[in-house]
């Protein structure tokens, strides 16, 4: 079979772990390089973005800031974990919920704060996960960071229960956020469902159930995204066959010729073959031009 290069979008459903997804696409795609960004809680769902061959190297260029969620939160119960996973650790009366209440809840979560994140996490402390820790019974204190949540929409569909979503920045953990909504109503919550609906550039309807990869591979239908469509948010530049032989030979000095000077210094830009495919991430670095990655040109 060959090998396929590019980002696979799949819907991972609840009950197991992201790195489970990525074993089950690999085995399914005989593939030698296969990885994963932004990983999801086994009882989440939603949106996981899935690196195949080359596109194991454009992740850093997709570790992107924008995430959409959506879920629900139950009242009334805190957990060590902050989500229905864990052990109960407070329960308290839910009170009455008016909408005057949740547009103030939703006013007060909206926009810049800073949030500790929770033992339960996959953050490191001297080299061993947070989470490790926590089922020892050890409390490490975390630093807050900024986080800034946007659009943040909440529903009370039943008497202990909210539904909603949001988008967020990376980093934001929705399970903490349960468990300060909780706070400030004075009864608790805990994460009960989640859902990731966005991820940068991409959205849940251009995924695929995991279940489906194999039918779809074998009907030679597989949604794979090609490395220039998943970048398709960093402005590209086409260049000649005679550039691209230089440009894969790492030759600095072509890129000048090519690019001149840049609008936007920060900015990294796709090199794109005449036909069609990714050659070189580059950027304007300190006075000059300089490569990022260079790709195969099996693709």
Known sequence: MTPLHGILLIDKPEGITSAAVVRTVKKTLAADRVGHLGTLDPFASGLLPICLGEGTKIAQFLMVERKAYQGTMRLGSETDTYDLTGTVTRTAPVPALSPEMLQELMHRFSGESWQTPPMYSAL????TPLYKLARQGVEIEREPRKIMIKQFVLDAIAADLLQFSLVCSKGTYIRTLALDIGQALGCGAHLATLRRTEFGPFDITEAIPLDQCAPLLAREALPVLSLTTAL?????????????????????????????QPKDLNEPIQLVGANGTLVAMVQHRDGQWQFLRVFSALQ
């Not at 490191?124 to 080299?127: F, L, P, V």
């Not at 032989?245 to 000048?256: F, H, K, M, N, T």
């Open 124 to 127: 490191k402390h001297q080299g």
């Open 232 to 260: 398709r948010e960093y402005p590209a530049v086409t260049i000649t066959p005679e550039v691209e032989i230089l440009v894969r030979q790492g030759r600095q000095a072509v890129l000048s010729q090519v690019l001149g």
